[in-house]
């Protein structure tokens, strides 16, 4: 497997994100899904990563400048076939390493409230993020629930 600078031109990814999105809106309720489209994953505030196994896209995830010192950790997704074989961690280890090399200072996140989300709040907890407010024009809502980590 390898991790790399994903510039989203690719049909694999295209398609990959296509169901990360779709999942999203299907689980969390209107308004409070906070997935970025195709789209908002190519603004020049976000790099893109996608973990490959061969030719097969298997994971994925972004990092969003919010200001010089702190970004947003956006767009993490395992291939369903994959999930729980060590690929979000160690693609986690690859982001968190590389936003510090950035020069960002912390890494925040926003994810779901929901029993769906648990696995992904977990592995957010042993990376060492811990909870908190909403960030960067998030409002509270019963669905979402704000991590953040100094890196």
């Known amino acids: 497997m390898r991790i790399v600078v994903d510039d989203l031109s690719g049909p694999e990814i295209a398609a990959f994100l296509e169901e990360h999105v779709r999942q999203m809106r299907a689980i969390s309720p209107p308004g409070s899904s906070h997935a970025l489209d195709l789209d908002g994953l190519r603004g020049p505030e976000v ?29 993490m997704r395992t291939a369903v076939d994959r999930k729980r074989s060590g690929i979000a961690s160690r693609l986690l ?22 029993e769906f989300f648990l696995p992904a709040r977990r592995l957010y ?23 953040t980590k100094a890196l």
């Open 47 to 75: 790099t893109f990563w996608s973990v490959l196994d061969g030719a097969e896209v298997v994971g994925c995830g972004a990092v969003k400048e919010l200001d010089a010192a702190h970004a947003e950790l956006k767009s």
């Open 93 to 114: 280890e690859h982001i968190l390493l590389e936003a510090k090399g950035m020069g960002f200072e912390r890494m925040s996140l926003e994810t779901g409230s929901e």
């Open 125 to 147: 907890e042993r990376f060492g993020f811990g909870y908190c407010d909403p960030f960067a024009g998030y409002r509270p809502d019963p669905n979402s629930v704000f991590m």
